[in-house]
T-cell receptor, first 115, second 110 residues
Framework: SAVISQKPSRDICQRGTSLTIQCQVDSQVTMMFWYRQQPGQSLTLIATANQGSEATYESGFVIDKFPISRPNLTFSTLTVSNMSPEDSSIYLC????????????FGQGTRLTVV | GQQVMQIPQYQHVQEGEDFTTYCNSSTTLSNIQWYKQRPGGHPVFLIQLVKSGEVKKQKRLTFQFGEAKKNSSLHITATQTTDVGTYFCAGQGYGQNFVFGPGTRLSVLP
């Protein structure tokens, strides 16, 4: 299993500012994933973060808006830059552990409100 | 790209009734996973299905993977209030990342 600590758990931010979300895993993982979940909606993958290389972004997400760091195998950050109210959402980090099967584990999420 | 659809979007049942949610992928999957997200919580892994036609049971939950590996279902027998939440399927194409379905939100009336 994997225990993921994500912070902050929630924040209210002014438009035009940036917020950095941190994700700490209790074990080394190759890939970490960042998702966005609009209220009552499904999870949308923002990007995949590998240690030692640039993150891979999904369609509709760009590095300038969502820069990601992955300095080691247990930690990653996602920054939401130049925020607007449309960025209000829950942001979740996730890791996959492979054993008998591949299982995804999620952090508690960061509930972001942009005013 | 790969799309994953789920129906119904919402389901309200009386406690003790059965519940089923269906998941369909636009492409053949290598495997499919199911997650449950309680209100205010984060998704929690339930199960992974890999083989064509596979059926797995967890107490009152029965998971099925279609023969063509493009659809799946989750059936809950005799729902309880603790079953409340949103159930997501997540399909993984060969060499692809997981794509989550939109989820089915289940409410159980006592």
């Amino acid at each position: 299993s994997a225990v993921i600590s994500q912070k902050p758990s929630r924040d209210i931010c002014q438009r035009g500012t940036s917020l950095t979300i941190q994700c700490q895993v209790d074990s080394q993982v190759t890939m970490m994933f960042w998702y966005r979940q609009q209220p009552g909606q499904s999870l949308t993958l923002i990007a995949t973060a590998n240690q030692g290389s640039e993150a891979t972004y999904e369609s509709g997400f760009v590095i300038d808006k969502f820069p990601i760091s992955r300095p080691n195998l247990t930690f990653s950050t996602l920054t939401v830059s130049n925020m607007s109210p449309e960025d209000s959402s829950i942001y979740l980090c996730s890791v996959e552990k492979e054993g008998a099967f591949t299982e995804a584990f999620f952090g508690q999420g960061t509930r972001l409100t942009v005013v | 790209g790969q799309q994953v659809m789920q129906i119904p979007q919402y389901q309200h049942v009386q406690e003790g009734e059965d519940f089923t949610t269906y998941c369909n992928s636009s492409t053949t999957l290598s495997n499919i996973q199911w997650y449950k997200q309680r209100p205010g919580g984060h998704p929690v892994f339930l199960i992974q299905l890999v083989k064509s036609g596979e059926v797995k049971k967890q107490k009152r939950l029965t998971f099925q993977f279609g023969e063509a590996k493009k659809n799946s279902s989750l059936h809950i027998t005799a729902t309880q209030t603790t079953d409340v939440g949103t159930y997501f399927c997540a399909g993984q194409g060969y060499g692809q990342n997981f794509v989550f379905g939109p989820g089915t939100r289940l409410s159980v009336l006592p």
